[in-house]
Each structure stands twice: as structure tokens, then as C-alpha cells.
């Protein structure tokens, strides 16, 4: 591993020079997440479905089953990247991501489900990947993986995650864990004002659920056809009016009316002197934004002791 990589703050990731990867992983990912969201008992807002940030990778954390609970997790930090599925009886088996097709992947963990005793189906098929959508058995093409640049977006979200923590510690209304959903590959982070919101006409089951009230949504993800770089996002739903009218935080974020988002360009901030500091400036003024346009209680949301406290987010060399 290059060790300049590993020290790095922010590493680089273009997505032109990982994006087969990044394909392969994210359907390497949806495979065991449809597993997490079969067997985990449901939960509000599909807060069992997601994944949490490891200090090896990405965890399912604990997945109950006839008993007795297993959790699988990706290894992203040592050389040999590779899943392991762990029972809390002890026994344990290891998938390897390099070198496996999708369809040879979808296979080793269904094999060693089976063989640790945890019976297990999953709808095969890719979820909203657009341009993807060969059934998981069958899929020979996406096999790329590229451990290198696994290991620098697992780095990014190693650093972006204790900064969403820190945030989601200054609200004191209902607030989402910081999870890692699967759908998009992205990290994130949702406040609820507590009040319904109206679900769009035609809204799918899991919009139905995720936006069956006032929310504002922060994230991060690596990039996508739409936006060719990493970044970190923000939305309001509903959108109140006169939201995009709103100043943002810092001077490099902007709002882009035609995704309905916030963005924060990961390169544009990645080599400042506190990319923490930064992020965490992007993630309060859309939240004030929203929040004023919305009409939240921003005071009465508000944890008051944070100001006294400020966040310690990385350790200065």
C-alpha cells in the first residue's frame, strides 16, 4: 500500500481511474446489504438496511438468526481485501473480493452462509444502479477491484464519518445514526423536524418510508454519472420555498437547482488547512437554510453545550 496514500488527510479519488471498481464494489456491497435488510428486524425510515464505517471497512454489525446473531464485514485496510462472516458461536468464513466476479462472489457468500448454518435468500438482481442490471448469478463482466483505491475511499469515509458524528451530536430532535447505505454507495445523515411531510404521487415503498416526514439529508458519495467527482451533498424534503436563495458554507459549496441539492466538491476542500472544519461549516448552513425556510424550531433543537465544547475531529501532527 502506498504509504503516502495511507497518511493522507484526504487522498485523491478520481473516478475515472476507479470506476470499473467502484462498479464492482457497490454490487459486492448490495449483495450482502440485501441480506442485512432480509434478516434484520425492520426499523423506521429503513434504518435496518444500512451498513456502519469499521475500523477495517464496512460492517453489517449484528444480524440476528435462530438464536444467535453473525455479522459480515468487509476488510478494506489490509492487503487481501475480503468479507468475513462471523457467528457468534465462533465459526467464521472469508470471502476474497479481488479476483471474484460478481456472479463467483454471489456464489462464495451464499456457500458459506450454508455452510455456517444460516439459510438466506435475497432478490438477485442489482438495485437502481443505473446501466447495470444482469442478475447477480449470472454476472461475468464486473470483476475489476482495484485494492488500492477501495482502500482510499474506505480512508475518506474513515475521516468524513467522525465529522458527521460530531454534527449529529449538536441536534437534540430525532436524528438518523450515520449509516452507509448501499443503494447509493453513500455515507450519510438525516435530521427530522418531527412533523409529517406529504409523500410525491407515485413515491416507491422506500420513498414512502424515508420521506414520510420533514426532513433535511446530508451525505458524501464518490461520484456518479451526474456528478464526476466525489462530493458531499445536502436536500431538504420537502423543498420550502426560497430555499436555493439561502448562503452557503464555505465559499466553495453552491447549490445546483436542477439535482435539488447542496454540494460541497470533495476536491475543492480536500487540501485545505481544516477539511474538517469546512465540512462541518457546509453541513450547518444547509441545515439553517432548510431549517429557516422550513420553519423549524432551531433553537429548540439546538444542543447548546457543543459551542462550549468544540469538536475534536482529527489529531494535528
Known amino acids: 500500500m502506498n504509504s503516502n496514500v495511507r497518511s493522507a488527510r484526504f487522498p485523491p479519488l478520481p473516478i475515472e481511474e476507479w470506476e470499473d471498481t467502484k462498479n464492482t464494489l457497490h454490487l459486492f456491497l448490495q449483495i450482502v446489504g440485501k441480506i442485512r435488510l432480509g434478516l434484520f428486524p425492520k426499523m423506521n425510515h429503513w434504518w435496518h438496511v444500512p451498513f456502519y464505517v469499521s475500523v477495517r471497512g464496512l460492517t453489517t454489525g449484528p444480524i440476528p438468526y435462530g438464536g444467535r446473531i453473525f455479522e459480515m464485514e468487509f476488510n478494506f485496510r489490509d492487503r487481501g481485501h475480503l468479507l468475513r462472516i462471523e457467528t457468534s458461536e465462533g465459526n467464521s468464513r472469508i470471502v ?15 456457500s458459506s452462509l450454508n455452510e455456517l448454518g444460516i439459510v438466506t435468500g435475497i432478490k438477485p438482481v442489482p438495485y437502481d444502479i443505473p446501466g447495470i442490471t444482469e442478475p447477480f448469478a449470472t454476472d461475468e463482466t464486473h470483476v475489476a477491484y482495484d485494492e488500492e483505491y477501495v482502500n482510499r475511499f474506505w480512508q475518506i469515509l474513515v475521516r468524513v464519518d467522525p465529522i458527521f458524528q460530531a454534527f449529529r ?37 422506500v420513498e414512502f418510508e424515508s420521506s414520510s416526514h420533514e426532513i433535511i439529508s446530508f451525505g458524501f458519495w464518490a461520484g456518479d454519472q451526474n456528478v464526476r467527482e466525489p462530493a458531499f451533498y445536502a436536500y431538504v424534503a420537502p423543498q420550502p420555498d426560497g430555499l436555493m436563495d439561502e448562503p452557503l458554507s464555505p465559499k466553495e459549496a453552491f447549490w445546483n437547482p436542477e439535482a435539488g441539492l447542496a454540494l460541497l466538491i470533495y476536491n475543492s476542500i480536500r487540501e485545505a488547512e481544516y477539511p474538517e472544519q469546512k465540512v462541518l461549516d457546509f453541513l ?22 457543543y459551542e462550549k465544547q468544540p469538536e475534536k475531529l482529527a489529531a494535528r501532527p
Open 96 to 110: 476474497p473480493l479481488k479476483g471474484l466476479s460478481v456472479s463467483g462472489f454471489y456464489e462464495r457468500v451464499f
Open 169 to 205: 451530536g449538536r441536534f437534540i430532535g430525532k436524528s438518523s445514526p450515520v449509516h452507509f447505505f448501499w443503494h447509493h454507495a453513500d455515507l450519510a445523515l438525516t435530521r427530522f423536524s418531527g412533523r409529517p411531510a406529504p409523500v410525491r404521487e407515485g413515491a416507491n415503498p
Open 284 to 305: 450547518e448552513s444547509v441545515y439553517r437554510a432548510g431549517a429557516k425556510r422550513a420553519k423549524w424550531d432551531i433553537e429548540a433543537f439546538k444542543l447548546t453545550s
